[in-house]
């Protein structure tokens, strides 16, 4: 399975926007850029994700390098709710008839400060 | 909206002791992953169905099993508890598609917090 690589963690201000990094240099051409997100004492939960284009949610955008290797996600207005772990997760292609775990790496911390 | 639900949320079990977990998946899901997330460490996959059947196996113990039932809840048992088997336990569920490929949104619930004595 590709590897990601994230920083441990980061430190933000309310309501500035955070820019959390991944890089990924051994992506696969199938492989998707997944963001979950894991609150304290909460189960994860998902936030985003792309393939080659740039994608925007209500929660996040996620910005991803022309060649692939490395993503970004965007939180455009940081607030204390999103202190939490992050994970970029890559994942093959999901076929009928099979599941796709998650594998889940060192996220980034991220602390948010008011 | 619905969410995954898993029960109990708390257990305290002594060694050597059995322990089922349950999880009950979002309605018409029929997909369910388990994790377990040791103090301080990521969530590692453990084991997931489809369709109750299972799909896929991670790092697992033999003393560990799962299945899933005709209404896709699903649940883990674990036999001969251990001091590191001390975690938190998360289920996640999501909905299979026929065909594909496509990339489904894994809902995860509140875990059970298992602690063995």
């Known amino acids: 399975d590709a590897k990601t690589t994230q920083p441990n963690s980061m430190e933000s201000n309310e309501e500035e926007p955070v820019h959390l990094p991944c890089n990924h240099s051994t992506i696969s051409g199938t492989d998707y850029i997944h963001w979950y997100r894991q609150l304290p004492s909460q189960g994860p939960e998902y936030v985003i994700h792309?393939?080659?284009s740039n994608v925007n949610n209500r929660m996040a955008s996620l910005a991803i390098a022309e060649d692939r290797k490395s993503s970004t996600l965007i939180l455009h207005r940081a607030t204390l709710r999103d202190a939490a772990v992050y994970y970029c997760i890559l994942r093959g292609p999901n076929y009928g008839g099979a599941t796709n775990k998650l594998i889940f790496g060192t996220g980034t911390l991220l602390a948010v400060q008011p | 909206a619905a969410g995954v639900i898993q029960s109990p949320r708390h257990l305290i079990k002594e060694k050597r002791e059995t322990a089922t977990l349950k999880c009950y998946p979002i309605p018409r899901h029929d997909t369910v992953y388990w994790y377990q997330q040791g103090p301080g460490q990521d969530p590692q996959f453990l084991i997931s169905?489809?369709?109750?059947?299972?799909?896929d196996k991670g790092s697992i113990p033999d003393r560990f099993s799962a299945q899933q039932f005709s209404d896709y809840h699903s649940e883990l048992n674990m036999s001969s508890l251990e001091l590191g088997d001390s975690a938190l336990y998360f289920c996640?569920?999501?909905?299979?598609?026929?065909?594909?490929?496509?990339?489904?949104?894994?809902?995860f619930g509140p875990g059970t917090r298992l602690l063995v004595l």
């Open positions: 169905f489809y369709e109750k059947m299972q799909s």
């Open positions: 792309g393939l080659t």
């Open positions: 996640a569920s999501s909905l299979g598609l026929a065909g594909g490929p496509f990339q489904e949104t894994q809902y």
